[in-house]
């Protein structure tokens, strides 16, 4: 199988810097997503880990460790908007492309 | 630049009543994914098509069925709804050469009462 496992909910300061952890066991895959999701939306792309290492986009950046079996979203100054579910996914090749989803973080962002 | 289109974007139906969602891919994206996601749970895989052809299969309940036509436009069709059917049902549509380029309709709100 593949457990994605995240924590549940986090809360954090505007302003401030959070990080979103994302453990998984599975038997292989060909990358990581990050998606975020405010309620009743629709997941819009944050980020994509193929190869280990870090990935900047603005204030996201994500990381990826394969032997770890380990990933982080990291949030930089934060803003109220940001508070939201953040969704950890394997993107795994069988017959088609499937994104498997981890359970979602969700990260309330106070003033 | 356009879109996942999802229609209805919500839907209100009887118990052991019949309901279709239609998903509309991004031009050129020739594999759509349905998922299913309840209230505070994550998305659930259900089905996906490649070309037309179902290309693999999840946690889809017998009672639903799916197809994709030659304009790669996709339905899901379920029939005999239950109360637990109620969620929001996502399309997400790639083109098969790029997996990293998966990207979601706003989704199908379908309530059943």
């Known amino acids: 199988g593949q457990n994605i496992d995240q924590p549940t909910e986090m809360t954090a300061t505007e302003g401030a810097i959070v990080q979103i952890n994302c453990t998984y066991q599975t038997s292989g895959f060909n990358g990581l997503f990050w998606y975020q999701q405010h309620a009743g939306e629709a997941p819009t792309f944050l980020s994509y880990n193929v190869l280990d290492g870090l990935e900047e986009k603005g204030r996201f950046s994500s990381f990826l460790s394969r032997s770890k079996g380990y990933s982080y979203l990291l949030l930089k100054e934060l803003q109220m908007k940001d508070s939201a579910s953040y969704l950890c996914?394997?993107?795994?090749?069988?017959?088609?492309?499937?994104?498997?989803f981890g359970s979602g973080t969700r990260l309330l962002v106070r003033p | 630049a356009a879109g996942v289109i999802q229609s209805p974007r919500h839907l209100i139906k009887e118990k052991r009543e019949t309901a279709t969602l239609k998903c509309y891919p991004i031009p050129r994206h020739d594999t759509v994914y349905w998922y299913q996601q309840g209230p505070g749970q994550d998305p659930q895989f259900l089905i996906s098509f490649y070309e037309k052809m179902q290309s693999d299969k999840g946690s889809i309940p017998d009672r639903f069925s799916a197809q994709q036509f030659s304009d790669y436009h996709s339905e899901l069709n379920m029939s005999s709804l239950e109360l637990g059917d109620s969620a929001l049902y996502f399309c997400a549509s790639s083109p098969a050469s790029s997996g990293n380029t998966i990207y979601f309709g706003e989704g199908s709100w379908l309530t059943v009462v």
């Open positions: 996914a394997l993107l795994k090749m069988d017959s088609s492309y499937k994104l498997i």
